[in-house]
């Protein structure tokens, strides 16, 4: 429940393996890059010591986070009168605050009477040998069990062999470096506490908040903006749902939208018990101040807005950047040049330079 970031290793990993092993077969070989692009990946023990290198960059950043920890802290609690907001820089909270402070998030914190803290996940580490043995020895059974039945059904499927001990050290090693974090969240908090979490993909965060919920706090999920086409995903649950046990929609609507999903593939796995909404009007709000200003002209210049390269960070859904979605970007900007526009691509921050070498040849811009 904590890393569910690890399927897109396995699916690149059995990507791999078939790939490899027809190209073989038929007398040919699979180039590999120094960019170790996806799904061709042969560097398991970066992919299982990733969370042990942030926790280490984190003790190293220990005073800048702490700075930041107690700025944040001042900065958005403006719903708290002044002294409480100064106060609180000095003072514990029973409120922690995770994830990104998008639109939503912010409108629930000014509407709440909470002076929230903003702990540095990395950070919230309280190793516990046994605690630490007896989960290990659990994930363990649970990985070799879950990988065993992978590699029948690759084989029955594909014909193919996939390696597994790699597989199973790298996971297991991610596991054991979030088991303190989790150990740490679970010691700290009680049921006064309550969490209010976006960005459910990060495995720190989602460590701390099963943690949390553990310790009995109240630990409440935000909608993040990107639904669109999520009504028939059943990771999507784990995913936003996994580890709160209530949360907040956009509108009563768009609340009940979301249950009506957990419900639909009667997800049970996790303890959410309510789903709560928040009336936005963002869209309605940004129609409303833009009118007047934009003014209707005939325009041959079209900008793309790129998705991400990068299928470990959206691993479902609109957001999958793949061979397929690639090819579409490349057609439409061909399609819109040949018909004499001019197209501006703006890639997404997280593979600038990967989009620039994959498509500036076919854009203006």
């Known amino acids: 429940m904590a890393d569910i970031v690890f399927k897109p290793y396995l699916i690149e990993h059995v990507h791999s393996a078939v790939v490899t092993a027809r190209q073989t077969k038929e007398g040919g070989s ?8 996806s ?4 560097d398991y023990w970066q992919v299982g010591g990733a969370h042990q290198a942030l926790i280490a960059a984190a003790k190293k950043n220990r005073a800048i986070d702490f700075a930041r920890r107690r ?13 409480k907001r100064i106060f609180g820089t000095v003072s514990g ?15 629930w914190m000014a509407q709440s009477n909470c002076v929230w803290d903003f702990p540095i996940v990395e950070s919230v580490s309280r190793p516990s040998a046994a605690a630490a043995s007896r989960d290990q020895k659990a994930c363990q059974e649970i990985i070799l069990n879950f990988l065993k039945d992978l590699e029948v059904s690759v084989e029955q499927s594909f014909g193919v062999l996939i390696e597994t001990a790699a597989v199973a050290a790298a996971w297991t090693e991610r596991l054991a470096s979030l088991e303190p974090v989790y150990e740490g969240a679970r010691q700290k908090t ?27 706090a109240t630990v409440t999920g935000v909608f993040h903006g990107h639904h669109v086409g999520y009504k028939n995903l059943a990771d999507y649950c784990y995913i936003e749902f996994g580890a709160c046990n209530e949360f907040i929609g956009p509108t009563t609507k768009g609340a009940n939208s979301l249950r009506d999903v957990a419900n639909h593939f009667e997800f049970t796995r996790g303890k959410i018990e309510s789903f709560k909404s928040l009336e936005t009007c963002t869209y309605h709000d940004l129609w409303i101040r833009h009118q007047g200003t934009l003014k209707a002209s005939q325009s041959r210049n079209v900008m793309i807005l790129g998705f991400p390269a990068d299928d470990i960070r959206y691993s479902y859904g609109a957001g999958l950047f793949n061979p397929i979605r690639l090819d579409l970007e490349i057609r439409l900007c061909r399609t819109l ?6 197209v501006l691509y703006k890639p997404h921050p997280s593979s600038i330079n990967l989009s620039r070498a994959l498509i500036q040849d076919e854009v203006d811009e």
């Open 30 to 37: 699979v180039a590999r890059t120094d960019r170790h692009l």
């Open 337 to 342: 040049r040949a018909s004499g526009y001019k």
């Open 39 to 42: 799904p061709y990946r042969e």
């Open 71 to 83: 700025y944040r802290r001042f900065k958005y609690n403006p719903q708290s009168p002044l002294h």
């Open 93 to 107: 909270s029973q409120s922690w605050n995770l994830g990104a402070l998008h639109g939503a998030k912010v409108e």
């Open 190 to 216: 009680n049921a006064q506490f309550q969490y209010l979490v976006a960005a459910m993909g990060n495995s720190f965060i989602r460590a701390v908040s099963l943690g949390g919920i553990d310790a009995g």
